[in-house]
C-alpha cells in the first residue's frame, strides 16, 4: 500500500505530494511494454533476505494522467479454485491479524522482489487462470519508477522467514497497460506467471480464488496483506473488513477503513468473502492511502483494464 505503505501522499496547493523512495522519477514511455520477462538469482532469496526486504514506498506523480474508468460494463466472474474450513472472526475490522485460517491463508502470501540494488516487498495472491500459474498483486510490485522488479517470487502463507508451500518464482510479470506506460494510479495492478514447482502448478498446491471485474461500487469487503512497517512486521497475514466507498478525491478507487502499512501492497480485496471457507471474489487489491486521511486504505476498480492484462498473465 501507499501511505506509510506504498504511498505517502498529502494533498498540498493542489498537488499530490508524496513520500519519496528514490530522489527521481524518470519519464515513461508512452509505448513501454506492459510486460517483462523475469531474471533470478538461484537461491537469492533465504530467510534472512526475506526477513530483511523492505516494504516498498513509492513517489506519486503529481499531475500524472488518470484514466477514468467506466463502471457500467458487464461484470464478469470466474469462480475460485480453492476449498476449506475456516471460522468466523470480526466484521468490520480497521485492521488485525486472520485467525479465521480457510482457504485465504494458502492463497496469500508476500511478494519479494528487487528495486534496482534494493531488495522489497509486496503482498499478493493466486487467483483462478487457465494456467493454474497466475498471481495478482499491485502495478508497483511489478514495475515502478519505468523499470520491472527482478528476482520477482512469491510466497504463499508466509511464515516469517519460512515458505511452507515454496518460492514460486516468475516467469514473466504483467501490467496493466496504463500502469506499464504511465503508473496510472487508477490502474495500479500487476500481475505475474509463476513457473510450476515440484511438479504442481500454483493452483494445485494452494487453490486460487475467483476474481471478478466490473463488479460495481459500495459493497462489504474484505482485505488481506502482510504489512510490515511498524506496527506490523510482516510476519502474520493481516485482515480489513467492512463496507467500501469510492474515492472522492484524486483516483476512481474503491475506499475502506484500513490501518495496514507498508509491504500490504498489493494484497486482495474479496467481495462475497466467505468466513466459513476463506474464499471469495477478488475485485482489487491494496494500493495507496493519503496521509491526511489516516486509517483509510484505496484499491484500484476492476474494469475492463484489467481483465486484459489478466487474460495476459493467465495465458502466458
Given at each position: 500500500?501507499?501511505?506509510?505503505?506504498?504511498?505517502?501522499?498529502?494533498?498540498?496547493?493542489?498537488?499530490?505530494?508524496?513520500?519519496?523512495?528514490?530522489?527521481?522519477?524518470?519519464?515513461?514511455?508512452?509505448?513501454?511494454?506492459?510486460?517483462?520477462?523475469?531474471?533470478?538469482?538461484?537461491?537469492?532469496?533465504?530467510?534472512?533476505?526475506?526477513?530483511?526486504?523492505?516494504?516498498?514506498?513509492?513517489?506519486?506523480?503529481?499531475?500524472?494522467?488518470?484514466?477514468?474508468?467506466?463502471?457500467?460494463?458487464?461484470?464478469?466472474?470466474?469462480?475460485?479454485?480453492?476449498?476449506?474450513?475456516?471460522?468466523?472472526?470480526?466484521?468490520?475490522?480497521?485492521?488485525?491479524?486472520?485467525?479465521?485460517?480457510?482457504?485465504?491463508?494458502?492463497?496469500?502470501?508476500?511478494?519479494?522482489?528487487?528495486?534496482?540494488?534494493?531488495?522489497?516487498?509486496?503482498?499478493?495472491?493466486?487467483?483462478?487462470?487457465?494456467?493454474?500459474?497466475?498471481?495478482?498483486?499491485?502495478?508497483?510490485?511489478?514495475?515502478?519508477?519505468?523499470?520491472?522488479?527482478?528476482?520477482?517470487?512469491?510466497?504463499?502463507?508466509?511464515?516469517?522467514?519460512?515458505?511452507?508451500?515454496?518460492?514460486?518464482?516468475?516467469?514473466?510479470?504483467?501490467?496493466?497497460?496504463?500502469?506499464?506506460?504511465?503508473?496510472?494510479?487508477?490502474?495500479?495492478?500487476?500481475?505475474?506467471?509463476?513457473?510450476?514447482?515440484?511438479?504442481?502448478?500454483?493452483?494445485?498446491?494452494?487453490?486460487?480464488?475467483?476474481?471478478?471485474?466490473?463488479?460495481?461500487?459500495?459493497?462489504?469487503?474484505?482485505?488481506f496483506g502482510f504489512p510490515a512497517a511498524a506496527p506490523y512486521d510482516g510476519t502474520?497475514?493481516?485482515?480489513?473488513?467492512?463496507?467500501?466507498?469510492?474515492?472522492?478525491?484524486?483516483?476512481?478507487?474503491?475506499?475502506?477503513?484500513?490501518?495496514?502499512?507498508?509491504?500490504?501492497?498489493?494484497?486482495?480485496?474479496?467481495?462475497?468473502?466467505?468466513?466459513?471457507?476463506?474464499?471469495?471474489?477478488?475485485?482489487?487489491?491494496?494500493?495507496?492511502?493519503?496521509?491526511?486521511?489516516?486509517?483509510?486504505?484505496?484499491?484500484?476498480?476492476?474494469?475492463?483494464?484489467?481483465?486484459?492484462?489478466?487474460?495476459?498473465?493467465?495465458?502466458?
Amino acid at each position: 500500500m501507499r501511505h506509510r505503505t506504498a504511498l505517502s501522499a498529502l494533498l498540498s496547493a493542489g498537488a499530490l505530494i508524496t513520500g519519496v523512495l528514490t530522489a527521481a522519477n524518470p519519464s515513461i514511455a508512452a509505448d513501454a511494454p506492459a510486460s517483462f520477462r523475469q531474471q533470478h538469482t538461484q537461491g537469492f532469496w533465504t530467510a534472512e533476505r526475506m526477513r530483511g526486504a523492505t516494504p516498498l514506498d513509492v513517489t506519486a506523480v503529481p499531475g500524472a494522467a488518470r484514466t477514468p474508468v467506466a463502471a457500467s460494463a458487464a461484470p464478469t466472474s470466474i469462480p475460485p479454485t480453492a476449498s476449506s474450513a475456516a471460522s468466523p472472526t470480526a466484521f468490520p475490522q480497521a485492521g488485525g491479524a486472520w485467525t479465521g485460517g480457510g482457504a485465504v491463508v494458502k492463497t496469500s502470501g508476500r511478494v519479494f522482489f528487487t528495486m534496482g540494488d534494493r531488495t522489497a516487498s509486496c503482498s499478493g495472491d493466486s487467483i483462478t487462470s487457465a494456467n493454474g500459474s497466475t498471481v495478482i498483486t499491485a502495478g508497483h510490485c511489478v514495475k515502478y519508477q519505468g523499470a520491472w522488479h527482478t528476482n520477482w517470487v512469491f510466497v504463499p502463507a508466509y511464515n516469517n522467514g519460512s515458505a511452507p508451500y515454496g518460492q514460486w518464482s516468475a516467469t514473466k510479470t504483467f501490467a496493466t497497460d496504463q500502469w506499464a506506460a504511465s503508473e496510472d494510479m487508477n490502474m495500479d495492478v500487476g500481475l505475474a506467471a509463476v513457473a510450476p514447482l515440484n511438479g504442481q502448478t500454483l493452483s494445485q498446491a494452494v487453490g486460487a480464488q475467483g476474481i471478478l471485474f466490473n463488479g460495481g461500487y459500495n459493497k462489504k469487503m474484505y482485505s488481506f496483506g502482510f504489512p510490515a512497517a511498524a506496527p506490523y512486521d510482516g510476519t502474520k497475514l493481516v485482515y480489513c473488513s467492512g463496507n467500501t466507498g469510492k474515492d472522492f478525491l484524486l483516483t476512481k478507487d474503491h475506499s475502506l477503513a484500513c490501518n495496514m502499512t507498508g509491504g500490504s501492497s498489493g494484497g486482495p480485496w474479496f467481495q462475497d468473502f466467505n468466513e466459513a471457507t476463506g474464499l471469495g471474489t477478488q475485485v482489487s487489491v491494496n494500493s495507496f492511502g493519503y496521509t491526511f486521511l489516516p486509517n483509510r486504505m484505496y484499491g484500484p476498480y476492476f474494469g475492463n483494464e484489467v481483465k486484459a492484462a489478466y487474460d495476459k498473465a493467465q495465458t502466458a
